[in-house]
């Protein structure tokens, strides 16, 4: 051909192929610009092989003039692209797909900085099967947002999400969720989790606030807390709990001596034990246990000097390291090693004066009980009354009053003791004053006379002289009239003024001295006389002649005592010349009180239910008693009666006035007795006026 161009339109469409054309024939010089299009060449025509490497560059094409339709598979290969050739700008979205790409096409040595963002990423395109097994980074790994990884994450510094980490020591591993929580580790031996803190030559708060720090080293759990500091500031932390790797717990204490340790240096309640709710045996607030009865089980110290211990025997020792029975409280060694077997319930020791206290307003009592009944025995003292109340089998038996007077509902048997350890259960100081005056006949004179309302025996003790002349004297008792004996139930109850002395007493005829006896057996009902007479010298009674026989401070014990409110009846005067038919007051025994004046006033403690003696009577008589009686109860004026009333021989009582409020009253004769008790429960304080007409 000529050298002549040859123009597009004057070559038929698919009349030059590339069989057609030599080998370098046909070169870009040759060819105009935009003459060659897609539309010329025909599909497959043009193939990587008939491509010198490096022919066609992006100033070759068009951008979107050649697309993945046109290009057979592999066709492109890295090595027929100039470095850089290809970049974002080249090429359509989508338009580069992974089957278009050979495996580690794509290196970081390929893609510049920044040419990757999120823009260019679709949603869920990189994938765990797109990433290799580990992803490592040197630095610092920040994530935003929601993020999951399904490979292992290797970072060489610290972590954390949601936040900028602070700035920890370099031998610190940590982290770091949110503003203030961590987890941490440092030089492979401690690992922990903290709040609002972090170490940087120094635990530090990371906010204005106070913080918590737990750490794990060697199998050894602590737990600290951090006072409030301001944000930055290195602050100590304080260890409160502490869990060793022995199982030994500490609380107060980083070196725990024993199971649990409880230790606190500062003032307030060391340990509280609070169960709010609880409705059977097993809702407990704490058990204690162990296996051997040598053991203590808990001991009580203060300063290091011993309180109280509780022995695996069940024994309790206050102050006592070896308690001697159930509950042994010491205040200071007696030296005592044991104590009875039948009585080591309680024990109470000290080297001096030992005793218990017993506190109460009201009443304070000791009770004793059975399987039977949970107070077959009690002592009871009533602080309204100042009375001590002696229960036994079940009764009340008897009462000290605030007076220091004796009653009880003992039986019979009731025996004699000498000395002063036995019971007053009489006392009259009156002094009795008899003229005795007889001629021809020496008559003995009633000095004294008492009714017996329990069965058993007595001692007897006087006062006894007479006031003047040459005669002496003697006296006798006398049992329902006749003479009665001493306690051998066989001698005379006789004597003179130079025998029956009271230990320590010399004889003397014009001066007090005092007598005593033991008095034979008595039963209930019996009346006691005594009686003077003048003597001779050796007790011989003589006339009198006008001088005068005198007695004083009668009293009479007993070591189980009687009634002690009983009545006294009887008590002379002493008029001169006068004999048991005609004394003043109020006479008993077969004469009885008709046709005698006399009256009695007596105070007595009176129990609810209990039958009480106001005198004794006889009622062969014609004539009555009239008596007032003011009783109150517990010393509470709100309940009390006062009550004026006659007994006449027909055995009828007339309340002549009566004024009461919350207490009743009942009367009864029996055994020659006029009684009264109340219905009312309680106890009264009773103060009675008795009266006789003559």
């Given at each position: 051909?000529?050298?002549?161009?040859?123009?597009?339109?004057?070559?038929?469409?698919?009349?030059?192929?590339?069989?057609?054309?030599?080998?370098?024939?046909?070169?870009?010089?040759?060819?105009?610009?935009?003459?060659?299009?897609?539309?010329?060449?025909?599909?497959?025509?043009?193939?990587?092989?008939?491509?010198?490497?490096?022919?066609?560059?992006?100033?070759?094409?068009?951008?979107?003039?050649?697309?993945?339709?046109?290009?057979?598979?592999?066709?492109?290969?890295?090595?027929?692209?100039?470095?850089?050739?290809?970049?974002?700008?080249?090429?359509?979205?989508?338009?580069?797909?992974?089957?278009?790409?050979?495996?580690?096409?794509?290196?970081?040595?390929?893609?510049?900085?920044?040419?990757?963002?999120?823009?260019?990423?679709?949603?869920?395109?990189?994938?765990?099967?797109?990433?290799?097994?580990?992803?490592?980074?040197?630095?610092?790994?920040?994530?935003?947002?929601?993020?999951?990884?399904?490979?292992?994450?290797?970072?060489?510094?610290?972590?954390?999400?949601?936040?900028?980490?602070?700035?920890?020591?370099?031998?610190?591993?940590?982290?770091?969720?949110?503003e203030r929580a961590s987890f941490?580790?440092?030089?492979?031996?401690?690992?922990?989790?903290?709040?609002?803190?972090?170490?940087d030559s120094g635990w530090k708060?990371?906010?204005?606030?106070?913080?918590?720090?737990?750490?794990?080293?060697?199998?050894?759990?602590?737990?600290?807390?951090?006072?409030?500091?301001?944000?930055?500031?290195?602050?100590?932390?304080?260890?409160?709990?502490?869990?060793?790797?022995?199982?030994?717990?500490?609380?107060?204490?980083?070196?725990?001596?024993?199971?649990?340790?409880?230790?606190?240096?500062?003032?307030?309640?060391?340990?509280?034990?609070?169960?709010?709710?609880?409705?059977?045996?097993?809702?407990?607030?704490?058990?204690?246990?162990?296996?051997?009865?040598?053991?203590?089980?808990?001991?009580?110290?203060?300063?290091?000097?011993?309180?109280?211990?509780?022995?695996?025997?069940?024994?309790?020792?206050?102050?006592?390291?070896?308690?001697?029975?159930?509950?042994?409280?010491?205040?200071?060694?007696?030296?005592?090693?044991?104590?009875?077997?039948?009585?080591?319930?309680?024990?109470?020791?000290?080297?001096?004066?030992?005793?218990?206290?017993?506190?109460?307003?009201?009443?304070?009592?000791?009770?004793?009980?059975?399987?039977?009944?949970?107070?077959?025995?009690?002592?009871?003292?009533?602080?309204?009354?100042?009375?001590?109340?002696?229960?036994?089998?079940?009764?009340?038996?008897?009462?000290?009053?605030?007076?220091?007077?004796?009653?009880?509902?003992?039986?019979?048997?009731?025996?004699?003791?000498?000395?002063?350890?036995?019971?007053?259960?009489?006392?009259?100081?009156?002094?009795k004053n008899v003229a005795d005056?007889?001629?021809?006949?020496?008559?003995?004179?009633?000095?004294?006379?008492?009714?017996?309302?329990?069965?058993?025996?007595?001692?007897?003790?006087?006062?006894?002289?007479?006031?003047?002349?040459?005669?002496?004297?003697?006296?006798?008792?006398?049992?329902?009239?006749?003479?009665?004996?001493?306690?051998?139930?066989?001698?005379?109850?006789?004597?003179?003024?130079?025998?029956?002395?009271?230990?320590?007493?010399?004889?003397?005829?014009?001066?007090?001295?005092?007598?005593?006896?033991?008095?034979?057996?008595?039963?209930?009902?019996?009346?006691?006389?005594?009686?003077?007479?003048?003597?001779?010298?050796?007790?011989?009674?003589?006339?009198?002649?006008?001088?005068?026989?005198?007695?004083?401070?009668?009293?009479?014990?007993?070591?189980?005592?009687?009634?002690?409110?009983?009545?006294?009846?009887?008590?002379?005067?002493?008029?001169?010349?006068?004999?048991?038919?005609?004394?003043?007051?109020?006479?008993?025994?077969?004469?009885?009180?008709?046709?005698?004046?006399?009256?009695?006033?007596?105070?007595?403690?009176?129990?609810?239910?209990?039958?009480?003696?106001?005198?004794?009577?006889?009622?062969?008589?014609?004539?009555?008693?009239?008596?007032?009686?003011?009783?109150?109860?517990?010393?509470?004026?709100?309940?009390?009666?006062?009550?004026?009333?006659?007994?006449?021989?027909?055995?009828?009582?007339?309340?002549?006035?009566?004024?009461?409020?919350?207490?009743?009253?009942?009367?009864?004769?029996?055994?020659?007795?006029?009684?009264?008790?109340?219905?009312?429960?309680?106890?009264?304080?009773?103060?009675?006026?008795?009266?006789?007409?003559?």
């Amino acid at each position: 051909m000529a050298n002549t161009k040859v123009q597009s339109e004057q070559i038929e469409d698919g009349s030059i192929t590339a069989d057609k054309l030599a080998d370098g024939t046909i070169v870009a010089a040759e060819l105009a610009d935009n003459a060659v299009t897609t539309a010329k060449i025909n599909a497959d025509a043009v193939t990587g092989a008939k491509i010198a490497d490096d022919a066609i560059d992006s100033e070759h094409y068009t951008d979107g003039s050649i697309d993945t339709a046109h290009i057979a598979d592999a066709q492109i290969t890295v090595a027929k692209m100039a470095a850089n050739s290809v970049d974002s700008d080249q090429y359509v979205d989508g338009s580069i797909d992974t089957v278009h790409l050979g495996d580690l096409q794509i290196t970081t040595a390929k893609i510049a900085n920044g040419n990757i963002s999120t823009a260019k990423i679709a949603d869920n395109a990189v994938t765990s099967a797109k990433l290799d097994t580990n992803i490592d980074i040197a630095g610092t790994f920040d994530v935003t947002g929601a993020t999951t990884l399904d490979s292992t994450l290797s970072v060489a510094g610290n972590v954390s999400i949601g936040v900028t980490p602070k700035t920890w020591h370099a031998d610190w591993e940590v982290l770091q969720i949110g503003e203030r929580a961590s987890f941490f580790s440092q030089a492979s031996t401690t690992t922990g989790i903290g709040e609002n803190v972090y170490y940087d030559s120094g635990w530090k708060a990371i906010a204005t606030a106070a913080g918590s720090l737990y750490q794990q080293d060697s199998g050894n759990h602590h737990f600290y807390t951090m006072a409030s500091v301001s944000a930055d500031a290195t602050s100590s932390p304080s260890e409160k709990f502490t869990i060793l790797n022995n199982g030994n717990v500490g609380i107060g204490t980083a070196s725990p001596a024993s199971t649990l340790h409880v230790d606190k240096s500062f003032s307030g309640t060391l340990v509280t034990f609070h169960q709010t709710a609880g409705s059977t045996s097993n809702d407990r607030g704490l058990d204690v246990e162990t296996s051997s009865t040598g053991t203590t089980v808990q001991r009580w110290l203060n300063s290091g000097t011993e309180l109280m211990r509780v022995g695996g025997n069940g024994n309790v020792g206050i102050g006592e390291t070896t308690p001697l029975g159930k509950l042994h409280i010491k205040s200071a060694d007696s030296a005592a090693s044991s104590v009875n077997a039948n009585a080591n319930e309680l024990v109470v020791e000290n080297s001096d004066y030992t005793g218990i206290s017993i506190l109460g307003e009201n009443e304070c009592n000791i009770h004793f009980g059975d399987n039977e009944d949970p107070d077959v025995g009690r002592i009871e003292y009533h602080h309204s009354s100042n009375s001590m109340i002696f229960r036994t089998n079940a009764s009340d038996a008897m009462t000290i009053t605030s007076d220091g007077t004796l009653k009880t509902t003992a039986g019979s048997n009731v025996t004699t003791v000498s000395g002063s350890t036995s019971f007053l259960i009489h006392e009259s100081a009156d002094v009795k004053n008899v003229a005795d005056s007889s001629t021809g006949s020496a008559t003995y004179r009633d000095m004294h006379r008492f009714y017996c309302n329990k069965s058993g025996q007595f001692k007897v003790k006087w006062q006894a002289l007479i006031h003047s002349g040459s005669h002496y004297w003697a006296g006798r008792f006398l049992l329902n009239g006749s003479q009665m004996k001493k306690s051998d139930n066989s001698t005379d109850a006789t004597h003179y003024f130079g025998s029956s002395l009271a230990s320590g007493e010399s004889a003397s005829v014009h001066v007090y001295r005092t007598f005593e006896m033991d008095l034979g057996d008595v039963k209930a009902g019996d009346v006691i006389q005594y009686q003077m007479v003048s003597s001779s010298g050796g007790g011989t009674p003589v006339d009198g002649a006008g001088q005068h026989l005198r007695m004083r401070n009668f009293q009479v014990y007993s070591s189980t005592p009687s009634n002690m409110s009983s009545p006294v009846i009887g008590e002379s005067l002493g008029q001169a010349d006068t004999d048991s038919q005609n004394m003043t007051g109020l006479t008993i025994g077969s004469v009885g009180i008709d046709n005698k004046a006399g009256m009695a006033l007596k105070t007595q403690f009176a129990l609810h239910d209990e039958w009480n003696d106001i005198c004794y009577v006889n009622n062969a008589g014609t004539t009555g008693v009239t008596f007032l009686m003011n009783a109150t109860r517990d010393l509470d004026q709100n309940r009390h009666k006062t009550a004026l009333v006659r007994y006449a021989y027909n055995q009828a009582f007339t309340e002549i006035s009566n004024s009461q409020q919350n207490t009743t009253i009942e009367y009864q004769v029996t055994d020659n007795r006029l009684q009264y008790r109340f219905t009312s429960a309680g106890n009264y304080l009773v103060t009675l006026l008795v009266m006789t007409g003559g």
